[in-house]
């Protein structure tokens, strides 16, 4: 069965720099996602991506972040001068339509930043 | 309350036994759905039901939807050990496309 996949599973940083976090949607999916989860925590929305734009957006989103599609299977997230308080897991997701149609996720990544 | 906002927290029973968790929300809604995480993965969806239906079954698993209400349940009938996880619900506000989660049920199956 067709899977999200993010790498890397694991990114380490210090406050201040630059990540870049990447995932591979299923490829026939038309709807983007990037979610994320403080331990223990709610999922949180960040962003949803649909036909090269950003459909909607959360407050979290703010311009320290953005999204891309580079090219036709990948899709990132960057943040640019992280924070303590980015540290979570980041979790994209991908589905075939806008609604009334399931999201699948990737395993995530789990960002700490120092 | 937030939207989406699972009911209990946290649950524990034996296996063989029945799992009740509920969401409530606070928007109209196009559809509602729950998910499973286990611990450090990410989300599996379970289950998708429309906001013009009222109950949907997949296996052992029976969701209900009360838009009247804004609720819903998720039962899962004989848990199993491998039942043991976080569930979510999850809400797409009408005229939206965005997902917003809940705070999750932890559910601990006792074998």
């Known amino acids: 069965e067709p899977e999200v996949t993010q790498t890397p599973s694991h990114q380490v940083t210090q406050m201040g720099q630059e990540v870049i976090l990447r995932c591979v949607p299923i490829?026939?999916?038309?709807?983007f996602y990037w979610y994320r989860q403080i331990l223990g925590q709610k999922v949180e929305f960040l962003v949803s991506?649909?036909?090269?734009?950003?459909?909607?957006k959360s407050e979290i989103f703010d311009d320290q972040f953005s999204v891309e599609r580079p090219d036709g299977s990948n899709f990132t997230l960057k943040i640019r001068s992280t924070k303590l308080e980015d540290s979570a897991m980041y979790f994209c997701?991908?589905?075939?339509?806008?609604?009334?149609?399931?999201?699948?996720f990737g395993n995530g990544t789990r960002l700490t930043v120092t | 309350s937030q939207q989406g906002e699972e009911d209990p927290q946290a649950l524990s029973i034996q296996e063989g036994e029945n799992a009740t968790m509920n969401c409530s929300y606070k928007?109209?809604?196009?559809?509602l759905q729950w998910y499973r995480q286990n611990s450090g993965r990410g989300l599996v969806h379970l289950i998708l039901?429309?906001?013009?239906?009222r109950e949907k079954h997949s296996g052992r698993l029976r969701v209900t939807l009360d838009t009247s209400k804004k609720s819903s349940s998720l039962l899962i009938t004989a848990s199993r050990a491998a039942d043991t996880a976080s569930y979510f619900c999850?809400?797409?506000?009408?005229?939206?496309?965005?997902?917003?989660f809940g705070t999750g049920t932890r559910l601990k199956v006792l074998a």
């Open positions: 997701a991908s589905s075939l339509q806008g609604y009334n149609s399931p999201l699948h």
């Open positions: 490829s026939n999916h038309l709807y």
């Open positions: 991506f649909y036909n090269n734009e950003i459909s909607e």
């Open positions: 928007t109209s809604i196009n559809n």
């Open positions: 039901i429309r906001s013009n239906e």
């Open positions: 999850a809400t797409c506000p009408s005229g939206t496309y965005k997902y917003i």
